[in-house]
Nanobody, 118 residues
Framework: QVQLVESGGGLVQAGGSLRLSCAAS????????MGWYRQAPGKQRELVAR???????NYADSVKGRFTISRDNAKNTVYLQMNSLKPEDTAVYFC????????????WGRGTQVTVSS
């Protein structure tokens, strides 16, 4: 059984910072790409940032220069450092990872709420 557990969300004023973490646990053989997605009320879930096992990253245009994704492979954990937060960043943030158990599968976390007040 593999689980992804996010933490670090909360309420912050515009211009502030938050750091999200997502730890994978269970019978993991290997983790490929890890990423963060978000879903605001009434909107579709969208990619925020992702990072490959080799460290290559890509970001949504809306967060480039403000958010940084990183990972600690020894801890099976991915991070999202969010700076200069804006009210439009308010959403539930979900962790998603491609994990090799006995086969390669996609796993989602349950999400963590990020609220940015103006």
């Amino acid at each position: 059984q593999v689980q992804l557990v996010e933490s670090g969300g909360g309420l912050v004023q515009a211009g502030g910072s938050l750091r999200l973490s997502c730890a994978a646990s269970g019978s993991i053989f290997n983790i490929d790409t890890m990423g963060w997605y978000r879903q605001a009320p009434g909107k579709q879930r969208e990619l925020v940032a992702r990072i490959t096992s080799g460290g290559s990253t890509n970001y949504a245009d809306s967060v480039k220069g403000r958010f940084t994704i990183s990972r600690d492979n020894a801890k099976n954990t991915v991070y999202l450092q969010m700076n200069s937060l804006k009210p439009e960043d308010t959403a539930v943030y979900f962790c998603r990872s491609t994990i090799v158990v006995n086969t390669r599968r996609l796993f989602w976390g349950r999400g963590t709420q990020v609220t940015v007040s103006s």
